[in-house]
């Protein structure tokens, strides 16, 4: 079974720096996919960034960036320049990559970011 | 272009009384997930299609809780019976075959009294 961490039930951030927001998982598959995504208050569910279990760089997706260290089984989000606008709840996911459920995801419990001015 | 759909955005109904609840994937898009999200459980999957394959309903909490999905796009969700535990958002995600990006839409929000 696919299991997702985060450790951190709520993370506080000056505009401007940065903050890394934890997750670890757990999963036999030899391949998989891991996912952050951002739910303001608002509800909706944005995808922000994805790294494949096999890919050899971090992925990054402009002030997102995603620091897997595959023999930890971690895969932290690093939010660079905060801004008022990043205060929100933030789910790791990890997609199973094969089988009757591809592609079904199993997410964290979350981590709500506050960004102070 | 327009992103997944769900309707209505919000649901009360009285205990024991039936619900659906609506998807509309983005156009073309073969892969379709229902997931929940409540205070209790944080956010679980329910139900998974892709294309005509049959499909997988291992997360589904109950047999009071069906879906189907005609013509390969809406999806709708059924609760039979509604119990204050179904109290949750509803939230569908599609997503196109080759692609690992799922898009989710608002979500429909189910309070049972």
């Known amino acids: 079974a696919q299991k997702i961490t985060q450790t951190q039930p709520g993370m506080f951030v000056q505009e401007k720096e940065a903050v890394t927001l934890d997750c670890t998982y757990d999963?036999?598959?030899?391949?998989?996919?891991l996912f952050w995504y951002k739910q303001p208050s608002s509800g909706e569910m944005i995808f922000l960034i994805y790294?494949?279990?096999?890919?050899?760089q971090n992925a990054t997706e402009g002030r997102y960036s995603l620091n897997f260290q595959k023999a930890r089984k971690s895969a932290n989000l690093v939010i660079s320049a905060s801004q008022l606008g990043d205060s929100a709840m933030y789910f790791c996911a990890m997609r199973n990559a094969g089988g009757t459920s591809y592609g079904k995801l199993t997410f964290g419990q979350g981590t709500i970011l506050t960004v102070h001015p | 272009g327009a992103g997944v759909s769900q309707s209505p955005s919000n649901k009360v109904t009285e205990k024991g009384k039936d619900v659906e609840l609506r998807c509309d994937p983005i156009?073309?898009?073969?892969?379709l997930y229902w997931y929940r999200q409540s205070l209790g459980q944080g956010l679980e999957f329910l139900i998974y299609?892709?294309?005509?394959?049959?499909?997988?309903k291992s997360g589904l909490p109950s047999d009071r809780f069906s879906a189907e999905r005609t013509g390969g796009s809406v999806s709708t969700l059924t609760i039979q019976r509604t119990q204050q535990e179904d109290s949750a958002v509803y939230l569908c995600?599609?997503?196109?075959?080759?692609?690992?990006?799922?898009?989710f839409g608002p979500g429909t929000r189910l309070t049972v009294t």
């Open positions: 999963t036999s598959d030899p391949s998989y996919g």
């Open positions: 299609f892709q294309g005509n394959s049959a499909p997988d």
């Open positions: 995600a599609s997503r196109q075959g080759s692609s690992y990006e799922q898009y």
């Open positions: 156009s073309g898009h073969t892969a």
């Open positions: 790294q494949g279990s096999y890919d050899q």
